[in-house]
């Protein structure tokens, strides 16, 4: 136990280093899969039926792709057509577009759980499909939308971990290198657990938070 | 004022709408009664374009009401609909509720929107819930709201669509009483409606509808008096004396 007290006071500082990557490719993928899969949603429901195909067929191509493909493919294929992204961008990009499917499906569940009165009387007193949205159904959809948006961004901090395999030095790769280059495995790979673990919590509370509000009304 | 020619709707192989011809006189009120999937409340849905309509013609004081026209704006913002299960915006409070359309529709200044949203709230005899929501309210209260919400619009008429069968029997009078008081200002009102007293005392016409055809159509009381029709002598007798 001493020599973990030992070890932990010398990791942590790299280790930091890793959680504020972790932190950054989390926040910035979350951002681009809430954009992208408020996109898809929208097309989804928008009544235009090539509109709905197109993201219905997009949603299904990313679904049916592992996100490590996707990352390798950004990082390691996207430089031959020509376009050069960093690490971080790639990360970024990859699991923002990966989740962005299954965001778009949870917005849209959302959506389409609204009463369908709520819609005919926006109509009837003039609003178009747009103000129709953005006055009367997506606020009432964001109350049911966010329990399962909560999960998705536990889920997006654990799976940032997978930018480790395209070079990105967050937690899970300098845990990785350190441990290598030291051969202190346990204690090592405990810190790292301990250190998703401490980021994990706050947002699980949050979405008990959502939930119980959720359930509320 | 509104125009229905020869209007046919159909759900799939479903014909609801066989052929409607009627007009709405600036100020009259105009009871619609007939058995239910008669097509009484999809007349209404299609006088304000929530539902398309296949052949025939509506308009809106000359306005055609065409649901995937960019005109369908104004004739929505001309004529109002209160529905049955009143459809309030939950997330909104009551104020918010009346102004909505006013604001962020017809993009009137905001002390304006609020001030009249206000006075419609006091006419309906809710002054005092304007800041509580939807949910709080009984039936009958929420919509005497979805009413100051249709007025709110100044509307040139105002389409009802079974307004009180949705609420517990004492609570009906509440509202068929701020409707006869709109009738009584002159406002252009079609009512589809169970509640033949109110058909009777306070409509200028009632048509009866069955099976997407209007069977018979006159002065209220005649009407609801001396049906001439064995089909709406049936529906009368039904209605009036179920036991």
Known sequence: ?217 | MIELSDVHKSFGANEVLKGITASVQKGEVVCVIGPSGSGKSTILRCINGLESYERGEISIEGLKVDRDAPSIVKVRTQVSMVFQRFNLFPHRTVLENVIEGPLYVKKEPRAQALERGRALLAQVGLAEKADAHPPQLSGGQQQRVAIARALAMQPKAILFDEPTSALDPELVGDVLGVMRKLADDGMTMVVVTHEMGFARDVADRVLFIDGGVIVEQGPAKALLNQPQHPRTQDFLRRVLHPL
């Open chain 1, 1 to 217: 136990m001493k020599g973990f007290w030992h070890d932990a006071v010398e990791f942590f500082p790299i280790l930091m280093s890793g959680v504020a990557l972790t932190i950054v490719v989390t926040i910035g993928s979350l951002l681009l899969s809430t954009v992208l899969g408020l996109i898809w949603a929208m097309m989804r429901v928008s009544g235009i039926k090539a509109l709905s195909m197109i993201s219905a067929s997009l949603i299904n191509v990313i679904r049916g792709i592992p996100i490590i493909v996707l990352l390798f493919y950004l990082y390691f294929v996207m430089p031959d057509l020509g376009v050069t992204l960093s690490a971080l961008q790639a990360a970024i990009l990859g699991l923002g577009i990966a989740y962005s499917a299954y965001q778009a499906e949870n917005f849209r569940a959302g959506i389409e759980a609204i009463d369908k009165g709520q819609i005919e009387a926006a109509q009837s007193i003039g609003m178009g499909w747009w103000l129709t949205m953005r006055r009367v159904v997506l606020p009432q959809a964001v109350r049911i939308v966010l329990p399962p948006y909560g999960n998705v961004m536990i889920m997006m901090l654990k799976d940032s971990s997978q930018a480790s395999t395209i070079t990105v030095a967050e937690l899970a790769l300098q845990g990785k290198l350190i441990a290598s280059s030291t051969f202190k495995n346990t204690n090592v790979f405990t810190m790292v657990a301990l250190m998703y673990l401490t980021m994990s919590i706050p947002l699980i509370l949050l979405v008990r938070h959502f939930e119980k509000r959720a359930g509320k009304k």
